[in-house]
């Protein structure tokens, strides 16, 4: 596990639209036609996370659903770990 530097961070955010880094997290928000479909998500996400046994912060407001992920075991940092999950919540938005 590799712990990114602010600079890397923000080279990363570069790459993505809509991606944020704030409070110590990487984040993205999405937006669905309703409840259910944003609950479909979360549930997709969940699977996820479970294969790789790294679990993100998750906020459903609605149909918006916000993700955020850092490192507990990397004392709450950004990590390649935090950055693959991310890519694989992308690729479920595809």
Known sequence: MHVLTEPQIHQLLDE??????????IGCGYE???????IS???DIAGV???M??????EIDYNRVLV??????????V???DVELMKKVE???E
């Open 16 to 25: 993505y639209e809509g991606r944020e880094y704030h409070d110590g997290m």
């Open 32 to 38: 669905f036609d309703d409840f259910l479909e944003a």
């Open 41 to 43: 998500f979360v549930n």
């Open 49 to 51: 996370a479970e294969a």
């Open 53 to 58: 046994q790294h679990h993100p912060h998750i």
């Open 68 to 77: 955020t992920t850092m490192t507990h075991d990397a004392d709450d940092q």
């Open 79 to 81: 990590t390649d770990k």
């Open 91 to 93: 690729e479920l938005v």
